[in-house]
């Protein structure tokens, strides 16, 4: 009972990392929701300064980022050309 346990190649060095999806991602991701944070407190903000999040800019970018992050870069999700590890999952035999 042989298990194919192959995974696809990672990047061989440092400069393939930072050409790779794998990078730009969650980078693009945290950008992009560090930038709608602080553009969510520039337009709709709290002004009493009772709003732990949006009272400040910097509640406001790091909430984004975070969402960014968990929205474009999650960790968690697969793509279509990842196999599944766990023998007895895998439907292909």
Do not use: H
């Not at 009772?50 to 999700?77: D, E, H, K, R």
Request: charged letters at 15%.
């Amino acid at each position: 009972m042989a298990t194919d346990t192959t995974t696809a190649p990672g990047p061989k060095s440092a400069r393939d990392f930072l050409r790779s999806w794998k990078f730009w991602r969650p980078f693009l991701g945290v950008t992009a929701g560090g930038i709608g944070g602080y553009l969510y407190w520039y337009y709709i903000g709290c002004n009493s300064g009772t709003c732990p999040i949006t009272s400040s800019p910097y509640g406001s970018i790091i909430m984004g980022a975070l969402l960014g992050y968990l929205l474009f870069g999650s960790p968690w999700g697969k793509s279509g050309n990842e196999q599944s590890q766990d023998p007895a999952v895998d439907s292909n035999k």
